[in-house]
């Protein structure tokens, strides 16, 4: 993302949905001097926890900001570019959030979007779900809701980016490789990243947890190594866009 984004000395960066914050804080250095980075999110608690992290790496030149990506605070044509990792698909008004992003953009400058191909390509993150589905546990989800999937399909990830005004110059696919120590390191960062997850676990009995996991866990035992470790395929697609 970043060396697609071509960060230069001066420019001011907005973030979206930074979270804790590292994209945006390795950008930092390659504005400098005279830069500024915005590392925003719409969760205040996702806020301090980059704040915090800022100041254990003694970042200057950040400003932090609570941030509705779909109604910004910000004037037009006031950022040089914008970055949003895994985010815009999560937006529930993702269109208008888009839209936000052409808007803030000076006229020629750059946006880079990551969001993830489909569910299919990356079963790191959709064995449980797959479970409970196959158990009837929940039922399948709609890909029109917010979602990590939300935008995996190729035409309407163009279709938003264009509707809000930006020309594509650039998607490339990304592969990426998720590891763990073991399937036991696996289901706690399942259950601590899965929204869905957690809250069905939390109405499930012992015994429905316990098969649930069984289920999961059989869909990713192709990945595991013989020493127990797994490290499972997956792959991301990143959009490189300038504003009009």
């Known amino acids: 993302m970043i060396e697609l984004l071509e960060p230069a000395p001066g420019q001011r960066v907005l973030e979206l949905a930074a979270g804790p914050g590292e994209t945006g804080f390795r950008v930092l250095p390659r504005i400098q001097p005279g ?22 790496l003694g970042l200057t030149n950040v400003r932090f900001a609570i941030e509705d990506a779909a109604d910004l605070s910000l004037e037009d044509d006031t950022v040089d570019a914008v970055l949003c990792r895994f985010g815009l698909m999560l937006v529930p008004e993702m269109g208008r959030a888009a839209a936000e992003i052409g808007r803030v953009l000076r006229p020629g400058c750059r946006a880079v979007l990551s969001v993830w191909a489909s569910s299919r390509l990356n079963p790191w993150m959709t064995a449980s779900g797959r479970a409970a589905i196959e158990l009837g546990l929940t039922d399948p989800p709609d890909h029109d809701a917010p979602g990590p999937f939300r935008l995996s399909g190729d035409e309407r990830l163009r279709s938003v980016v264009l509707a809000a005004g930006l020309e594509i110059e650039r998607v490339e696919d990304v592969p990426v490789a998720w590891a763990a120590s073991s399937l036991d390191e696996w289901w706690e960062t399942a259950r601590d990243t899965s929204r869905m997850l957690t809250i069905l676990l939390e109405r499930l009995s012992a015994n429905e947890a316990r098969e649930l996991r069984a289920r999961a866990e059989s869909h990713l035992l192709e990945y595991v190594a013989d020493d127990g470790s797994i490290a499972v395929p997956g792959l991301a697609r990143v959009v490189a866009a300038t504003a009009a």
């Open 35 to 56: 830069g500024e980075l915005l590392s925003t999110d719409a969760a205040p608690e996702m806020v301090e926890v980059a704040r915090r992290h800022a100041d254990e």
